[in-house]
């Protein structure tokens, strides 16, 4: 049995403790850091285990498994371990999306692997699938549903609950934070799409600069009107190839029934990888939860220690991609007093409810945004067909 390092024992890092701790395991816990050694745990660790010293963490042999959160000083932790030679594998998305590109050359010059496939996806094995579909093609197009706490959030909202009776559900699921900003307002999201984009097209984009709208201008009207025409309203994140420039965007999005995007239900993901070859492929599964992301972390670890574990990450040096918002038709919704044309776009308006429902094409919501809050709306992106 090997000895691995926990950086971290919280939700995920409990559920990475009690895997060792099943019979059959290969590996045990040897030295976890934690934040207070006399926190009362559901999970027993031999004596001595615990430590409150990153020193006395890292100085050791064996793979490091960092579950911390935040980029820092999980970061500097993580390339500590990789200059001291010990392979990591880690579930922060925040860390890798902001400083993968310092982390996986500091993992090249000292021959160690970095296993990130727990930072995408929970028990969705994407980062797996990109590193063998981006080898063989151009990948054009990656994302989708990535965030479990959000959809949970629509899920319950579809059920009836408002947006404050849902959040509150996730947060007593554990799905959500007790502050659930980096959720709702798209920042895991963006962190999670700027990991992908780094694997699929070879590009380093800053999180920060990626556009994204917030799960709240999503109205319990919304869902009604898009299940009224066979869809699903999602928290999609989408990044795309394109002349002149990378698109992206994080934002509610209406999606067809038939579209495996509006599949997932509760924290589950579903992630779409398109390519020159492939077409299109969707992968789904348990995109939250401590048992999911312990199973992706010691599965690459299992990866490192047979060796298969390779990835190629954008260099240090390069620069930032430059990112646009992406275009696509969108759905504004009106109060019923406000003038339709007050938005400065064309649109074809319906009534709807007690308000105004209007679809236009081919704008971004940057456009867009500005002007449907000055007149009390919003927007989602509607990827329905052309509606009548």
Partial sequence: MSELTLLGLGTVGGGVARACAREGSPWAVGRALVRDRCKPRAVALPDGALTTSADEALDGTGPVVEVLGGELPAANLIAAALERGRPVVTANKGAIAAQGPRLFALARRHGVGLGIEACVGGGVPVIAALRQLAGGQRLTAVGGVINGTTNAILGAMEAGYSYDEALARAQAAGFAEPDPSTD????????????????????????????????TDVTPADLRWAAAHGARIKYVARAARAAGGDLAAVEPAAVPLADALAAPDGPGNAIRIEGDLIGATTLSGPGAGAEPTAGALLGDLAAIAGGALT??????????????????????????????????????????????????????????????????????????????
């Fill in 184 to 215: 709702v307002e798209g920042h895991d999201a963006a962190a999670k799409l700027a990991i992908l984009a780094a694997l699929a097209f070879g590009v380093y984009v800053a999180p920060a600069t990626i556009p994204r709208r917030p799960l």
């Fill in 311 to 388: 990835l190629d990450y954008p260099a240090p040096d390069l620069a930032p991609a430059a990112v646009r918002p992406l275009p696509a038709r969108y759905a504004v919704r009106l109060p019923h007093a406000a003038d339709p044309a007050a938005l400065g776009h064309n649109a074809r308006w319906t009534r709807d409810g007690d308000g105004w429902l209007g679809i236009v094409e081919g704008a971004t919501a940057a456009d867009l945004g500005p002007a449907a809050r000055a007149a009390g709306g919003g927007l989602f992106r509607c990827d329905l067909p052309a509606l009548d």
